[in-house]
C-alpha cells in the first residue's frame, strides 16, 4: 500500500465520514432527547438539497447553506408539534410508523415537484476545482468544505449542549421532564424545539451532500440504512459514538473499495494451492472491494453481538 493511496483515501474516507455524522447526528440528538427513531430523517437530507437547489437558483448557494436548514427546521417541527406529538401517547411502534409514512410522503412529493431524475444542483464557484495536489492527484475543495462544516457543527453542539442555558433545560428536560416543567419551562416546546433542529442538521448535510455528490430522489434511500448503522454501533443516543462510528465506516469503506484482495492471496502468501476445484472457491474468490457494501452491516452485527450498547452507548431503553 502506497503513502499516495493511504493519504488519499484516508482523506476521502474522513470527508466521507463527517458527512455520514451531519446526518446521524440529528438523529441521534432526536433519540437521546425524546426516545424517538426518527425514519424519515434522510428524508429531510433529500430536502435539504432540493430547497438549496431551489433557493440558490434565485439568490446563490451561500444565502442557500442559511436558508435551506432553516425551511426544514420548520417542517420538522411542525411535523412533531401537530403529528409526531399526537401519537406520542401511543408508544413507539405508532412513532415509527408515521415518521415511515412522512419518508414515503416526502419522496412522492419531491417527485412530483422536482421530477424522478437527477437535478442539476452544482458546486458554487468557489468551491470548484482542487484545494491542493498531493502525490499527483487533486483533493476537491467541495470535500474539505463538507470536513470543515461537519467540525463546525460538531463544536457548535457540544457548547450548544454544554455550555448554554438552553442546552442545560434540554439535557433536564430529558431525564426530568416533570421538574423541568414544575420550574415553569415548556417541555413539549422543548422536544419541538430539538426535533426541527435535528431535522435541520439533517437539512444542512442535503445543502453541501448534495452538490457534493448527487440531488436526486433515491438520494435518501442511499443513505438511510447506513446512518442507522452508524447510530447503532456509535450507541444509541450518544453524539461522540456517531462521531467515532461514522469515522469508521467512512474510513473502511473508502479503504475497501480500493483493495483487491481475496482469501486466496491470503492462502498463496501461507502456501496453500487453491483451485476453482476447491471447496467454497466461489466465496474465496470474492476480493475485498466486492464485499465493501456489506462490511457496515457485518460491523453492526458483530456489535450487537458483542457489546449491544454501541461503542459509546449508555441509554438502556
Known amino acids: 500500500m502506497n503513502s499516495e493511496f493511504f493519504v488519499i483515501s484516508l482523506l476521502n474516507g474522513v470527508s466521507y465520514g463527517l458527512l455520514l455524522f451531519m446526518l446521524s447526528s440529528g438523529l441521534t440528538l432526536i433519540f437521546s432527547m425524546m426516545g424517538v427513531l426518527n425514519f424519515a430523517h434522510t428524508s429531510f437530507y433529500m430536502l435539504g438539497a432540493y430547497f438549496a437547489f431551489t433557493i440558490s ?158 440531488t436526486e430522489p433515491a438520494m435518501a434511500a442511499s443513505v438511510g440504512s447506513i446512518i442507522f448503522v452508524v447510530v447503532v454501533v456509535g450507541g444509541m443516543g450518544s453524539l461522540a459514538g456517531a462521531f467515532l462510528a461514522s469515522l469508521l465506516i467512512g474510513l473502511v469503506q473508502t479503504f475497501a473499495v480500493a483493495l483487491d484482495y481475496s482469501l486466496i492471496h491470503v492462502f498463496k502468501a501461507v502456501g496453500v494451492a487453491v483451485t476453482d476445484q476447491t471447496f467454497g472457491y466461489p466465496l474465496l474468490k470474492l476480493t475485498i472491494s466486492q464485499v465493501a457494501p456489506i462490511l457496515p452491516y457485518l460491523f453492526l452485527v458483530l456489535i450487537l453481538i458483542f457489546r449491544p450498547k454501541g461503542l459509546l452507548g449508555t441509554r438502556e431503553d
Open 57 to 214: 437558483g434565485v439568490v446563490g448557494f451561500w444565502p442557500a447553506l442559511v436558508l435551506a436548514p432553516l425551511a426544514v427546521f420548520a417542517l420538522g417541527a411542525a411535523f412533531e408539534r401537530y403529528c409526531l406529538r399526537r401519537v406520542h401517547k401511543f408508544g413507539h411502534v405508532p412513532e415509527l410508523l408515521v415518521t415511515f409514512g412522512l419518508s414515503y410522503l416526502i419522496l412522492e412529493v419531491v417527485q412530483l415537484v422536482w421530477g424522478r431524475s437527477t437535478v442539476p444542483y452544482g458546486l458554487p464557484t468557489q468551491l470548484q476545482g482542487p484545494l491542493f495536489t498531493l502525490y499527483g492527484t487533486q483533493f476537491p475543495k467541495s470535500r474539505s468544505f463538507v470536513m470543515l462544516v461537519a467540525l463546525l457543527m460538531l463544536v457548535s453542539v457540544w457548547l450548544l449542549l454544554t455550555r448554554t442555558r438552553i442546552g442545560l433545560v434540554i439535557q433536564a428536560a430529558l431525564k426530568y421532564p416533570h421538574m423541568v416543567e414544575a420550574l415553569g419551562h415548556n417541555v413539549p416546546r422543548v422536544f419541538m424545539l430539538v426535533f426541527g433542529g435535528g431535522a435541520a442538521l439533517a437539512g444542512l448535510a442535503g445543502v453541501i451532500g448534495g452538490n457534493t455528490y448527487v
